[in-house]
């Protein structure tokens, strides 16, 4: 998905977005603590991009995405759509011109509604067509996710997968927005239906000039469509970068153990090295101090990387990275322990998750 | 959650369903169309009982009125009734002429004693019905015993405890012989009462020889009726055997159509949870082992499938009192809910109030034990 | 404003929506039909259910007593004297009537005339009549003591049978005081059942203790009883659905309060809070409702509705002037305060909510202060603080003639639209009201007492299950998708929680009617439900409590019939919950 014609509009800018959301205990209902799912994260999407945002489950990459539509109230921080405060924009004006796509597509479709329904609930609900009209929108969207006008008489479970997927993404497009978040749209998916889809995507986006923001955590999707890549760890945004850029020279010692996980078609098994890991991701409702990822990082330093919290510097054109040690290009991490040998390449799955 | 924790949380939540019931009870109580002071006086409520400061004369009702505090704003009134209810004074009943406590503390056991009896059938004939059903399920038993547990959830109680009565009651005892009387082949059990009316007639049906301060179960005090007690009894009752086979005979009909009542459900729930235990991996597991059939229900499965059926028996206990103001009525038991429909008849309504906050007492504390006896069997339940 | 002309698209489009609509729910029907029909006994269950329905629609043609008395004084339907008491089942009595008659021996005026068969009814003529019953044969004639008098001394009128002639025997005979008693055989062909062959007896159920014809009682039992089965269920879900939906997807404080509120029911044993409630309301004779709360309801009904209409229809960016709107929304919480304070003052004795709000006024100026109360609640709502910003008309107009198209009036067929009709209708209705009180149910007798009683000790479970449905639904993901494009809070419940929330709720809704019908016969059982009288099942049974040892049928029947409709019930509700269980759907 390459566009040519960039212009380095921003198109969204997120400041210090936070969402908190209040743990309580169930006698008298007060607030004991918060899960952090979203905690200090800047982002800026450039008008005509695909930005993906990787990370692992729970990272929070789903909740800053409701947050940027607005579907869930943010605890602090701005949203700025073409240079617009989210919240001071009218639901209709922020409901046509975002939108997303959900991941599940068929949990995404009330199950007693037809397809034409469902598709034309947007332009109804915002008063903008109905009758023989809507009809016919909905069976031009229809065509323009590949889907016949027969269809629209349908339900949702006479669908499989792929085409529940694009009858999202025709509703996605009814009201004619300008931006869509795609919440892991493929990852429910078969493989092959997931190449049909991201095609469709690619096309539907040069052909309506949209602006993508991609959720996943299938990094060899990343690699494919996206051009600028941000990686999110518990709540935090710690490498973004341009795709290439990221995939080769990766800085965040996280990047570069998940870069590791991809797995390659490569003869030379000995020299490819994973690097595993240890513990598991804490929880969000008690962060560690410090730089987050220090409880499992190779080369944290003790004193410094878990007291002080590293910020988002730059480190080259586009590329930028929160950590107290950013690895150079060429630079590998150091393997800890004896049993992190590389597992066999027929096990691994063609899509990583993480 | 440790499971003192687990207990004093279940406790606090206890306590807005304790006053809102305060709230309803008084809430009606008090539309009731009954004057607690003409009630009170009766038929002498003119009379002048004194003189104000002013000298103005003051009849009974109107002292009446003043004594129950009716000339105060609702929300005094209710301030009032709870700080007695808390002082152990329910309020004085005017068709009983005793305190409300005194005639629901004598009336509470019984119910209970018929509740928990009907219970004793309910369950054991539920659950083996259900087990049987759900291990030959969609044959023939399955079918039948399904349609005879929707069947008995349908039956009017009331209908069919005089069924039972008219099956196993209209015969007469002659020389030893079941004798059917009319031409209506019946049995032997009594038919209506607690006792045998020779036992309870010298006392008014009033059973005094039972021991003061005893459990108010007859089942259980009429073992400690003592020897002098018992050479007072009539003939062919002085025997503690006897009085307690009395009593259990009384109670065998209206138990037997609470009971069955209320495991026509049990049968449903009990089928249903076995199912769904069956089918589960473990269950698969014992079965490749080798084990008999039989030992992999009764051992493996029904352990489980029995989890989710005790946490029903506290609703259980609640319907089988709700039961019980229907068969008491017919049984001419004056347990709780013969109370409520003659103190309703009469609107009598400190003893209205005093049946309904017991009753959710009653309720709310059996819940509540069959949930800390849930959360021993399934520490899940705490996390919750 | 379009024409005519330009809407035949649209009229099309919408015309075939709705064929479509319809003939995919005939095809939903038919298979879970197919689904529902597998189990033998859901079958039997619809079979009892149809069969009760219709014995209760066709009562008046099967009873066999009195077939054109009004069915409303069912009260009074049953008391005619000295028909053969507690007669079998079959029994030869049953088409005996026995009859006393006065025989004034002392009155020269009765003397020389003829007694009719009934005390019901005098003619002009001084004889007594009764319509339906024309007598055969004289069975006896005994005097007040019960000693056999002679048969002939009186005769059956050969011009009218249903006419006796007294004899001058009788009247000379010096050992009648005051009256005689007369059995005599009717002919039981005008009251036979016309599906029975000849020769039965009329009563094939046997008679009551008052010497009614039990069939007859039982069958128009079943009108009490589905009355109240259906009435309570369908209130008790409406009342849960509103409560249920409101704290499941409102969530929180409401949700918490409301779910105490129902554990408050649930710890009294319903039959006894059922009872404290009858009686509770056992001075209340006629049902009403204040006539401010009668106009307050369909005008707020209205303006949440016109509140919809208008964000629906006015495109937020084009909304009124910022003036006003701002100021309508800065001024929210004092126009609501304002409602609330006048609702307590409106409580204060002494001050009446007529004189307060102008309700003594002229129905125009009550309309005209309506439809603006309306119209500003509904704007008040539409107001929301983002679009303060904001101003112009532009399109606004426009807009709203679009969506008012009435060359499209299929689209009008929604539910809402009748809601509004309705409203509207009483709205008009009430404004014309002079009384202070509006009566909602006239006489509020003792069956509606005991609805009353089960729809406010029933409606707490309905809204435990469908707050848990809500809160299940509510999570999906559909819902969530529905808010991204936009649709209002109203829409989201209507259109995509509720839809799916249904499903238990339509198992507990039939399994419920059975339940109210036990629950009512309960009542009346002991003696908190219908009047004395009433052909209800449940008072049919303990009428017979004196009697049920020596003649079982006069409990056995109506027991049955209450066993045997629940019954139906309760199959028919297991039969549903099999059809939409997942599991069973292909």
């Known amino acids: 998905m390459t566009h040519d014609s960039k212009t380095d509009e921003i198109l969204l800018d997120i400041k210090g977005l936070r969402k908190w959301f209040p743990i309580k205990s169930g006698m008298l209902t007060t607030v004991k603590s918060y899960v952090r799912a979203v905690d200090g994260v800047d982002l800026q999407v450039i008008r005509g991009e695909t930005l993906g945002i990787v990370g692992e489950s729970g990272c929070g990459k789903t909740t800053l995405g409701r947050v940027i539509l607005g579907l869930i109230p943010m605890t602090e921080g701005s949203v700025h759509y073409d240079g617009e405060d989210i919240r001071m924009m009218t639901n209709r004006d922020l409901r046509r011109r975002l939108q997303i796509v959900f991941q599940d597509p068929g949990g995404s479709m009330n199950p007693r509604m037809s397809v034409r329904s469902i598709v034309g609930e947007p332009l109804t609900v915002n008063g903008i067509a109905e009758g023989a009209e809507l009809t016919q929108r909905v069976a031009d969207l229809l065509a323009s996710v590949g889907l016949k006008r027969d269809h629209m008489n349908r339900f949702p479970h006479e669908f499989s997968g792929g085409q529940k997927q694009r009858i999202a993404l025709a509703r996605a497009l009814s009201l004619d927005p300008e931006f869509i978040l795609l919440d892991e749209p493929t990852s429910a998916l078969d493989v092959s239906v997931q190449a049909q889809v991201l095609n469709l995507l690619e096309e539907i986006q040069s052909k309506r000039d949209l602006t993508f923001v991609f959720i996943t955590h299938a990094l060899n999707v990343v690699n494919h469509v996206c051009e600028r890549v941000a990686v999110m760890y518990l709540g935090k945004i710690v490498e973004i970068a341009n795709t290439k850029d990221l995939f080769s020279k990766p800085a965040h010692p996280y990047t570069h153990a998940l870069m590791s996980a991809i797995p390659e078609p490569s003869l030379d098994k000995v020299a490819r090295r994973r690097i595993v890991l240890s513990g598991d991701v804490p929880s969000p409702a008690n962060p560690p101090p410090g730089c987050r990822f220090h409880t499992r990082c190779p080369i944290a330093e003790e004193g410094l990387c878990d007291v002080e919290e590293p910020k988002l510097e730059s480190i080259g054109e586009g590329h930028s990275v929160a950590c107290h040690f950013p690895l150079g290009p060429g630079m590998t991490l150091p393997i800890l322990g004896d049993d992190q040998n590389p597992p066999e390449d027929d096990d691994m799955p063609n899509t990583v998750l993480l | 959650m440790k499971l003192h924790m687990f207990i004093v949380r279940r406790l606090i939540l206890l306590v807005p369903v304790i006053v809102g019931v305060t709230i309803l009870t008084f809430t009606i109580s008090h539309l009731i169309p009954a004057d607690a002071a003409a009630a009170q006086c009766g038929d002498k409520c003119g009379i002048v009982v004194g003189y104000t400061d002013d000298g103005d004369p003051i009849t009974a009702y109107e002292a009446n009125r003043e004594r129950l505090g009716m000339n105060e704003p609702l929300i005094i009134q209710f301030g009032l009734y709870v700080t007695h209810l808390y002082e152990g004074d329910w309020g004085e009943s005017s068709t009983y002429h005793r305190p409300v406590a005194d005639v629901v503390k004598d009336a509470a056991p019984i119910t209970l004693e018929m509740a928990f009896l009907a219970l004793f059938i309910a369950y054991p004939l539920g659950i083996i019905l259900g087990i049987i059903s759900a291990v030959r399920q969609d044959r023939m038993f399955d079918h039948i015993s399904r349609f005879f547990a929707i069947a008995f959830v349908s039956l009017p109680i009331f209908w069919f405890a005089m069924v039972l009565q008219l099956v196993f009651a209209t015969g007469t005892e002659s020389s030893g012989i079941c004798d059917p009387l009319f031409g209506t082949s019946g049995g032997c059990f009594p038919i209506y009462g607690r006792h045998d009316p020779s036992l309870t007639y010298p006392v008014d049906g009033f059973a005094s020889f039972y021991p003061a301060g005893g459990t108010g179960f007859h089942l259980i005090d009429s073992w400690f009726v003592t020897d002098e007690k018992l050479a007072t009894l009539p003939e062919g009752w002085s025997s503690n055997w006897l009085l307690f086979k009395d009593t259990l005979l009384h109670l065998a009909l209206p138990c037997a159509a609470l009971g069955i009542a209320s495991s026509g459900s049990l049968l449903r729930y009990m089928r249903a949870s076995l199912l769904e235990v069956l089918h589960e991996d473990y269950v698969r597991t014992a079965r490749a082992k080798g084990l008999s059939e039989f030992k992999v229900v009764i051992v493996h499965a029904c352990r489980n499938a029995l989890v989710p059926i005790v946490t029903i028996l506290g609703f259980s206990i609640g319907g089988a009192i709700g039961g019980a103001v229907l068969t008491e009525t017919i049984f001419a038991f004056n347990g709780m809910g013969r109370v409520a429909v003659k103190s309703i008849q009469y609107l009598d309504f400190p003893v209205i109030m005093g049946v309904t906050l017991i009753t959710a007492a009653i309720f709310l504390l059996s819940n509540l034990i069959v949930d800390i006896l849930y959360a021993v069997i399934d520490p899940r339940v705490r996390l919750e | ?586």
């Open chain 3, 1 to 586: 404003m379009r024409g005519w002309d330009e809407g035949e698209e649209d009229r099309k489009e919408n015309l075939k929506r709705l064929t479509e609509a319809i003939s995919q729910s005939g095809s939903d029907i038919w298979r879970s039909w197919r689904i529902y029909r597998r189990s033998l006994l859901a079958v039997v269950g619809l079979m009892l259910v149809l069969s009760v329905v219709t014995v209760s629609i066709f009562a008046d043609d099967i009873a066999v007593e009195h077939p054109y008395r009004n069915l409303q004084d069912t009260q009074w339907l049953w008391t005619i004297d000295n028909e053969p008491q507690r007669a079998h089942p079959f029994s030869e009595e049953c088409d005996w009537h026995e009859q006393s008659i006065y025989v004034d021996t002392r009155s020269p005026f009765f003397s020389e005339t003829v007694v009719a068969v009934s005390d019901n009814k005098v003619g002009d003529d001084n004889k007594y009549y009764r319509d339906t019953l024309s007598v055969i044969e004289l069975l006896s004639l005994k005097d007040n003591k019960g000693y056999d008098l002679n048969i002939s001394w009186i005769t059956i009128d050969p011009n009218n049978s249903s006419i006796l002639i007294l004899s001058e025997e009788l009247y000379n005979n010096s050992s009648i005081t005051d009256k005689v008693w007369l059995t005599y055989e009717f002919d039981n062909e005008a009251m036979h059942l016309s599906w029975m062959p000849d020769g039965y007896d009329v009563c094939i159920f046997g008679t009551t203790h008052q010497g009614q014809d039990l069939f007859s009682k039982v069958l128009y039992g079943s009108r009490v009883s589905l009355k109240i089965g259906i009435t309570v269920a369908l209130l008790t879900v409406t009342i849960g659905t509103i409560v249920g939906s409101v704290a499941g997807y409102f969530g929180g404080r409401v949700d918490e309060v409301i779910m105490r509120i129902c554990d408050v029911f649930f710890a009294i044993p319903g039959l006894i809070l059922a009872m404290a409630f009858v009686t509770a309301m056992s001075a209340i004779t006629s049902l009403t409702i204040p006539l401010w709360l009668g106009i307050l309801i369909p005008i707020l009904f209205l303006a949440v509705v016109s509140r919809t209409y208008l964000t629906s229809t006015i495109p937020q960016e084009n909304q009124l002037s910022s003036q006003v709107m701002g100021s309508l929304v800065r001024n929210r919480n004092i126009f609501l305060g304002l409602l609330v304070f006048f609702f307590f003052v409106g409580l204060i004795p002494g001050v009446s909510w007529s004189e307060l709000f102008g309700l003594s006024e002229s129905r125009e100026w009550r309309l005209s202060a309506a439809i603006g109360i309306i119209l500003l609640l509904g704007l008040i709502g539409l107001a929301d603080k983002r679009f303060i910003e904001k101003s112009s008309f532009d399109g606004a107009g426009e807009r709203v003639s679009k969506s008012l198209d009435w060359t499209n009036p299929w689209k009008y067929l929604t539910l809402r639209t009748v809601a509004v009709f309705v409203a509207a209708f009483y709205l008009f209705e009430f404004s014309g009201s002079t009384d202070d009180e509006i009566v909602v149910i006239k006489t509020f007798d003792r069956l509606w007492k005991i609805q009353a009683a089960l729809i406010f000790t029933g409606w707490p479970g309905y809204a435990r299950l469908i707050r848990g449905q809500v809160l299940y639904v509510k999570e999906m993901t559909f819902v969530e998708a529905a808010k991204s494009v936009g649709a209002p809070p109203g829409r989201i419940m209507f259109r995509h929680i509720l839809p799916n929330a249904w499903a238990p709720l339509l198992v507990a809704f039939t399994l419920d009617i059975g339940g109210t019908i036990l629950s009512a016969s309960g009542l009346s059982f002991i003696g908190l439900g219908a009047a004395p009288g009433t052909a209800e099942w449940g008072l049919l049974v303990s009428d017979s409590r004196q009697f049920f040892v020596f003649d079982p049928h006069l409990m056995l029947f109506p027991g049955l019939a209450i066993a045997v409709t629940t019954l139906g019930f309760n199959l028919l509700g297991d039969g549903i919950r099999d059809v939409l269980d997942p599991k069973n759907r292909r």
